[in-house]
């Protein structure tokens, strides 16, 4: 496993929100991350299908990711997310990848899919900024 | 309590994300939705904030709410969250409201406070759209 | 005529883009900025109504005059906008605010309405984010 | 030349706001759509890059081209823009295509890049939804 991965998992590890949501960061690279989950019932809303909000914070939290893979220590500033389909299935892969970077904003899209009896469906696709946390910052 | 409160309520219990976050519906009328949360610490990040997956989780069901307020049962077709202050305190809400509605369709916006020793704080706002989930829609 | 309407106006009229539009600043003061367009034929699209081009433009723009307002010289980086009604009328105002502001970034929103026979109608909504331009910035 | 982008030009030569900036189609198949735009005086804001609308204008009409290409007659809902460079150059091509598509919904993408000197740079890129024109529609 690469010291970049390692890391990633660590910082995924001290996110509080992160464990109780139960992702997992499958790829940090620079210029790319995917986390990932298995869902559970606790993920779902009143039709059966993941709430939108997983979804949401996947896109949020991949996005940082791929961001960060590139500023270091950084937050999302903001982030847009259009839902393509109902998110059913056995586990939710979120793929984010830098668009376009400089010193201190990076951004970066991301593609989730929702994998059911061996098929991949894209259920929500994200667009949003990057900034690199800096001393001092407002 | 309102009736229409009364069934919004119902709806936010059978969404089983929701109760594993712990949201409150605490407004619901024709236009207007609110949604709060009393933070805990499974709702941060690694340097103690509220994750902005939570804020996101807000955003995207507060819209719905304002949206279903006038169209019924419906969904979240997109938003747009931007995040304006690191997000403290309490306790959250969020408070959407509709900006436009046509039938099928409502444009709402939302703003996300934190409350922290009895002062808001706006620490993210969100714009969306949201549908009627019709029969037979593809 | 106030000091910072005034240096506005003098802003957009150096821009060509503006001027080859026609746009007016008709409000400037901390906060808030309103754009006014009066509609000419080749402001429309194949159905007679403005193009969402010109509303994007005056999203973009008006997003820019009011995080310009606390600011000073900046730059839009980022906006989402949602139409909401078919623009038809004899003239377009845009009256964007801003919701949150730091020293370097603000987050504003805008609403854009067409007027016909003295109704108002809005007809989109946009929010973004609004950087100040740095010496030295990437 | 195909029929599709046959009639595509035919489309965009009775847009008169696209007259008037001058685009051009250049690429419209299923899934895909491109935009392109020769940079005049007239398109600059006031430091001569290129002005934010224009870049707004393209993503909004390329992602409705992607959207039109699956959907037939059709409009954009919303759509949201990162700025990533300034934008100057000779031309700027707006390169859209579909993400996923329903019946009546298209979920696209546009990255906007301009070309200066024989180089191309990432100035934009955006995302949307685009919505199929239905007779009596809301």
Known sequence: MSQLL???????????FSRHLGAELTVFEPGR???ALTVAD????QHGF??????????DNSLTYA???VLGDCLTAEFKINYTRP???????????????GKRL?????????????EETV?????GSIARIEAGKD
């Open 33 to 35: 991350a995917e986390l």
């Open 87 to 101: 998110a059913r299935g056995e586990r939710l892969v979120a793929r984010a990848r830098v668009a376009s970077a």
């Open 67 to 69: 961001g960060g893979s």
């Open 50 to 59: 993941v709430h939108g909000g997983v979804l949401a914070y996947l896109a």
């Open 6 to 16: 390692d890391h990633g998992r660590a910082v995924l590890q001290s996110q509080p």
């Open 42 to 45: 606790h993920h779902r809303q």
């Open 123 to 127: 259920v929500a696709i994200a667009q």
């Open 106 to 118: 990076a951004v970066c899209t991301c593609e989730i899919v929702a994998l059911a009896d061996g």
